[in-house]
Protein backbone atom coordinates (compact mmCIF):
# COMPACT_ATOMS: atom_id res chain seq x y z
CA UNK A 1 0.00 0.00 0.00
CA UNK A 2 1.69 3.43 -1.09
CA UNK A 3 0.85 6.53 1.28
CA UNK A 4 -1.57 7.82 -0.99
CA UNK A 5 -3.80 5.31 -0.63
CA UNK A 6 -2.89 5.09 3.25
CA UNK A 7 -4.20 8.19 3.67
CA UNK A 8 -7.19 7.71 1.72
CA UNK A 9 -7.81 4.49 3.60
CA UNK A 10 -7.23 6.24 7.07
CA UNK A 11 -9.40 9.35 5.82
CA UNK A 12 -12.03 7.32 4.96
CA UNK A 13 -12.41 5.28 8.47
CA UNK A 14 -11.93 8.68 10.61
CA UNK A 15 -15.17 10.01 8.50
CA UNK A 16 -16.71 6.41 9.06
CA UNK A 17 -15.83 6.81 13.01
CA UNK A 18 -16.90 10.34 13.12
CA UNK A 19 -20.32 10.37 11.51
CA UNK A 20 -22.32 8.25 14.52
CA UNK A 21 -20.72 10.93 16.36
CA UNK A 22 -21.56 13.90 14.97
CA UNK A 23 -24.96 11.98 14.49
CA UNK A 24 -25.57 11.97 18.18
CA UNK A 25 -24.25 14.90 18.76
CA UNK A 26 -26.56 16.33 16.52
CA UNK A 27 -29.73 14.47 18.38
CA UNK A 28 -28.75 15.96 22.28
CA UNK A 29 -28.35 19.70 19.84
CA UNK A 30 -32.04 19.13 18.51
CA UNK A 31 -33.25 17.69 21.69
CA UNK A 32 -31.62 21.01 23.52
CA UNK A 33 -29.43 18.70 25.61
CA UNK A 34 -26.65 20.87 25.31
CA UNK A 35 -28.91 24.03 26.54
CA UNK A 36 -28.47 22.81 29.93
CA UNK A 37 -25.08 20.42 29.82
CA UNK A 38 -22.81 22.87 28.70
CA UNK A 39 -23.85 25.80 31.04
CA UNK A 40 -25.59 24.38 33.63
CA UNK A 41 -25.86 21.09 33.97
CA UNK A 42 -22.47 18.38 34.26
CA UNK A 43 -20.51 17.66 31.59
CA UNK A 44 -21.44 14.40 29.35
CA UNK A 45 -17.64 13.29 30.39
CA UNK A 46 -18.41 13.68 33.90
CA UNK A 47 -21.83 12.16 33.84
CA UNK A 48 -20.11 9.12 31.86
CA UNK A 49 -17.40 8.91 34.45
CA UNK A 50 -19.75 9.02 37.65
CA UNK A 51 -21.87 6.19 36.13
CA UNK A 52 -19.10 3.79 33.97
CA UNK A 53 -19.43 -0.24 34.57
CA UNK A 54 -23.06 0.18 36.79
CA UNK A 55 -25.20 -2.23 36.22
CA UNK A 56 -28.72 -1.70 34.46
CA UNK A 57 -27.07 2.00 33.94
CA UNK A 58 -28.28 2.73 30.28
CA UNK A 59 -31.78 2.12 31.00
CA UNK A 60 -31.63 4.19 34.70
CA UNK A 61 -30.49 7.15 32.67
CA UNK A 62 -32.60 6.84 29.82
CA UNK A 63 -35.60 6.73 31.67
CA UNK A 64 -34.04 10.23 33.97
CA UNK A 65 -33.86 11.96 30.30
CA UNK A 66 -37.29 11.72 29.51
CA UNK A 67 -39.24 11.63 33.18
CA UNK A 68 -36.38 14.53 34.74
CA UNK A 69 -34.99 13.88 38.18
CA UNK A 70 -32.56 15.99 40.70
CA UNK A 71 -30.28 15.46 43.84
CA UNK A 72 -27.57 13.67 42.16
CA UNK A 73 -25.82 16.74 40.68
CA UNK A 74 -26.32 19.12 43.32
CA UNK A 75 -29.71 21.59 43.47
CA UNK A 76 -29.87 22.00 39.81
CA UNK A 77 -32.92 19.47 38.50
CA UNK A 78 -32.85 17.87 35.42
CA UNK A 79 -36.09 18.42 33.77
CA UNK A 80 -38.38 16.29 31.86
CA UNK A 81 -38.02 15.88 28.26
CA UNK A 82 -41.22 14.30 27.15
CA UNK A 83 -40.06 14.96 23.59
CA UNK A 84 -37.40 12.35 23.54
CA UNK A 85 -38.66 8.86 22.58
CA UNK A 86 -37.72 6.44 24.23
CA UNK A 87 -35.34 4.87 21.72
CA UNK A 88 -33.65 8.15 21.04
CA UNK A 89 -32.74 8.47 24.72
CA UNK A 90 -31.05 5.42 25.08
CA UNK A 91 -29.41 6.13 21.56
CA UNK A 92 -28.05 9.26 23.95
CA UNK A 93 -27.05 7.47 26.97
CA UNK A 94 -24.94 4.95 24.99
CA UNK A 95 -23.28 7.90 23.18
CA UNK A 96 -22.54 9.37 26.56
CA UNK A 97 -21.81 6.45 28.14
CA UNK A 98 -18.88 5.65 25.61
CA UNK A 99 -17.46 8.77 26.04
CA UNK A 100 -13.85 8.92 27.49
Same mark, same amino acid.
Given at each position: MNFKT???VGTTL? #?????????????????ACLACHAIVGPAFLDIAKKYKGQKGIEAKLAEKIIKGGG #????TMAMPANAQVTPAEATQLVKWIMALK
Open positions: ALLL #GALAAPAMANQELAQKK #GVWG
